[in-house]
């Protein structure tokens, strides 16, 4: 009988103990890798200025829920070139409240001493999660672009709801007379670098980083264009006499002229008994018959209210018609400020019909004048829509920024495996490396 020698058994049979460890350990990654899921977690805290008092900016209740919503979800799809649906990724993101200890503290204590307790969650974890191996970039990068998408929602939602112009991509002569054309992309214009110049006032010295420029850019893009390639359309529109169809652009000032008349007359109206209540007040004020509110304004002044001015009596509305004398004057002075936008519309419309006064056919589509204007408002048209496009990537951003001033991220995002792969690695190498040798000790 031949003597139990461990190590020549060991040393024989090696290649056995090798593939019995490789083979096992293969299997036991393979089939760990098959139920490893990968979770990124950030923390984020709502920091508005009534947060503490579970509202938003806008004065709505704080719902986290909305970070799921579908706006979101598609957006951060459309962002990363996802084929995945909005319902397949919905699931896989989880929002908890985080509540600090000292606030488990204060409510033991005060349902202890019969106090009432009330708190609203201002901190809450998000995290989403993917049942695939090698996705931790994939976790990484879907949580970072929900919550960034979820700033620009909140901003858009609660903090500036305000909508930038639509693009006035539409506008050809084959659409609208050759005037009405830089009419609508002056006026398009307009809104457009007023939107922008107020959110440059919002946030000053604000620059994107993806479009290069600032509002105060835009701003200035815009009035050159209208300034300038505008008004010299608009002028050699005018000088050819260019028209599509003669007839119904006469028609159309013409109403157009009779309309403002009419809101003229009406404003007209409106401004003087505006300007009889504040007559009646100043009259009231030195009767002594106005009186002085109680209730201090935010800078300390108190604020002076009319409570028996009334144009007539038997047409006062029911309720507090109690008014400020400074609405009063807003009042009056924005509607001046509509009379004169009335004014000036109507005599834009009386001047373009003056121009096509002596006109009688309409303008030939294959004339040269004709062409070239065709061609520089397609060409106007395109500057405006690339302009249009770098406001929206600016306003975007923006509103991630204007976001990201009420909702804080408490830390980075970071992504943790749900098992150890390394842990179950090492422990099956050592299980299956004595399972090798215990093989090579019996076929020895």
Not at 87 to 105: A, F, G, L, W, Y
Not at 213 to 236: G, I, K, M
Not at 242 to 253: A, I, Q, S, W
Request: charged share 25%.
């Amino acid at each position: 009988m031949k003597s139990f020698d461990l190590l020549r058994y060991l040393k024989k049979w090696w290649f056995v103990i090798m593939l019995v460890t490789a083979v096992g350990c293969l299997g036991v990654y393979e089939f760990i890798s098959s139920r490893q899921s990968y979770t990124a977690t950030a923390v984020i805290q709502y920091a508005g200025p009534n947060a503490s008092e579970g509202l938003n900016a806008d004065g709505t209740r704080i719902d986290p829920s909305e970070i799921t919503s579908a706006s979101v979800i598609n957006k951060t799809i459309q962002d990363l070139g996802l084929t995945a649906s909005t319902e397949s990724i919905r699931p896989r993101i989880s929002v908890q409240e985080v509540i600090p200890e000292d606030e488990e503290t204060k409510k033991e204590t005060a349902l202890s001493n019969g106090d009432e307790y009330e708190y609203y969650p201002t901190t809450y974890a998000v995290s989403f999660t993917v049942d695939s191996k090698d996705a931790t970039d994939y976790a990484r990068n879907v949580l970072d672009s929900v919550l960034t998408n979820y700033f620009q929602y909140y901003s858009e939602t609660h903090v500036d709801a305000d909508i930038f112009p639509n693009n006035a991509s539409n506008v050809s002569v084959a659409n609208y007379e050759y005037i009405d054309c830089v009419e609508i992309l002056r006026n398009n214009a307009n809104e457009s670098a007023a939107f922008l110049r107020k959110k440059a006032e919002e946030k000053y010295g604000f620059y994107s980083v993806k479009s290069g420029y600032s509002f105060s850019d835009l701003v200035s893009e815009y009035e050159y264009l209208t300034q300038n390639a505008l008004n010299d359309l608009y002028a050699y529109v005018i000088n050819n006499k260019l028209v599509r169809d003669h007839n119904l652009l006469v028609n159309t000032k013409k109403n157009a002229i009779l309309r403002y008349q009419l809101q003229i007359d009406s404003l007209n109206n409106n401004i003087s008994e505006a300007k009889d209540i504040i007559d009646q007040f100043g009259d009231k004020t030195l009767d002594g018959a106005a009186v002085y509110s109680t209730i201090r304004n935010a800078d300390g002044g108190e604020t002076q209210i009319i409570t028996d001015v009334v144009r007539d009596y038997t047409t006062q509305p029911s309720g507090d018609v109690t008014t400020t004398y400074d609405k009063l004057i807003q009042h009056y002075a924005d509607l001046h400020a509509e009379r004169i936008d009335a004014a000036i519309a109507q005599g834009k419309a009386q001047e373009i019909l003056d121009a096509y006064a002596d006109v009688t056919r309409n303008t030939d589509p294959a004339s040269a004048e004709a062409q070239w204007a065709s061609d520089r408002i397609d060409e106007l048209v395109q500057k405006f829509t690339s302009l249009y496009e770098l406001s929206i990537e600016t306003v975007e951003e923006f509103n991630q920024v204007n976001g990201a001033d009420n909702i804080k991220m408490k830390n980075s995002i970071v992504v943790n495996a749900k098992l150890n792969l390394k842990l179950y690695a090492a422990l099956s190498v050592i299980l299956f490396l004595f399972l090798g040798c215990f093989c090579a000790i019996f076929l020895g």
